[in-house]
């Protein structure tokens, strides 16, 4: 039984064959509706989410699957004090896969440990996001064509930002990338991330704190959201929320084929004036994510070959 709690479970061929099998899916999506007939999908979702969960659900519904799960703990007996652990043994008898979001960093893992179906890890707490990170490796695979040789700037939260954390622990495995890191001094990566993840990687990485800096620089840039619910004092978030704002002037120095991610939700770090432009295609993103959890589930059901 395989579970996806970080982007390491997988190796770089499987998450190669994954996008492989997402492309595959995306051509002919009609070819896989029934893969999943009679099949569970539950979601469990301990924190505030649009896109992961819906995104998940609309995968599993596209199999032929179907959905049950809660978006909101407190209408689940977690509000009595039920466990993660137990939770999960329980749900492991309605379900044939978890999908799992937790405000805690760990709490996936412990999911998996307690699992007797597959477990993934829709986000745990600042620590990772590895569907985020399918969803913007298969989205950079797309339009891009090549996972290595490039040239991608993180802008924004990088210390509390999962998304992040995950996807450069996915690029580091690709050849010649290289990272510029755009935030506050009070945002930067975690040191784990710089030394272990980055320095041992041997790619050449760089801090900044200007985007207009390195903006013209890039094949990708990656925008992620301060977020709020991370910060412990208010006053902190107020004064780094408007640190970076990608707006029609700033592209105008990036180069015609630069591309902008970003996880979403946005709060007011890209202008909306950006949305018409070309290189945005953060709402793309969301659709190639689609495509992406359905090759996953596929994959850890073990049903990929099925087609
Ligand atoms: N990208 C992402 O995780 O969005 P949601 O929080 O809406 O799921």
Do not use: W
Request: hydrophobic share 40%; glycine share 6%; net charge negative.
């Amino acid at each position: 039984m395989r579970h996806l709690i970080s982007p390491q479970d997988f190796s770089v061929e499987e998450i190669d064959e994954l996008l492989a099998l997402a492309g595959r899916i995306k051509a002919d999506p009609k070819k896989y509706s029934h893969v999943c007939d009679g099949l569970k999908l539950a979601t469990l979702f301990y924190e505030p989410s649009t896109r992961t969960r819906l995104s998940f659900e609309t995968a599993m519904i596209n199999l032929g699957g179907s959905i049950i799960g809660f978006s909101d703990a407190a209408n689940s007996s977690v509000s009595k004090g039920e466990t993660v652990a137990d939770t999960i043994k329980i749900i492991s008898i309605f379900a044939d896969i978890i999908a799992i979001r937790h405000p805690k960093e760990g709490a996936a893992l412990v999911a998996s440990q307690n699992a007797s179906v597959p477990v993934i890890n829709a986000g745990d707490g600042g620590h990772q996001h590895p569907t985020q990170t399918l969803t913007d490796l298969n989205t950079i695979y797309s339009l891009k064509g090549r996972l290595g040789g490039l040239k991608v700037g993180f802008c924004g939260d990088l210390k509390f930002g999962r998304t992040v954390h995950s996807l450069i622990n996915a690029l580091v495995r690709y050849p010649d990338n290289e990272f510029v890191l755009i935030s506050p001094d009070e945002l930067r990566v975690p040191s784990y991330i710089k030394n272990e993840v980055l320095g041992n990687s041997g790619h050449k990485f760089t801090e900044v704190d200007k985007l207009e800096q390195v903006i013209g620089d890039l094949d990708i840039l990656y925008m992620t959201r301060v977020q709020k619910e991370r910060f412990f004092n208010e006053e902190d978030y107020i004064r780094l929320k408007d640190r970076f704002i990608l707006d029609a002037e700033k592209m105008k120095i990036a180069s015609p084929e630069m591309l902008v991610l970003h996880p979403l939700p946005r709060v007011n770090e890209i202008a909306v004036e950006v949305d018409s432009d070309p290189r945005a295609v953060y709402f793309k993103q969301v659709e190639f994510g689609v495509y992406a959890r359905m090759a996953l589930i596929l994959m850890l059901l073990g049903l990929d070959k099925e087609v």
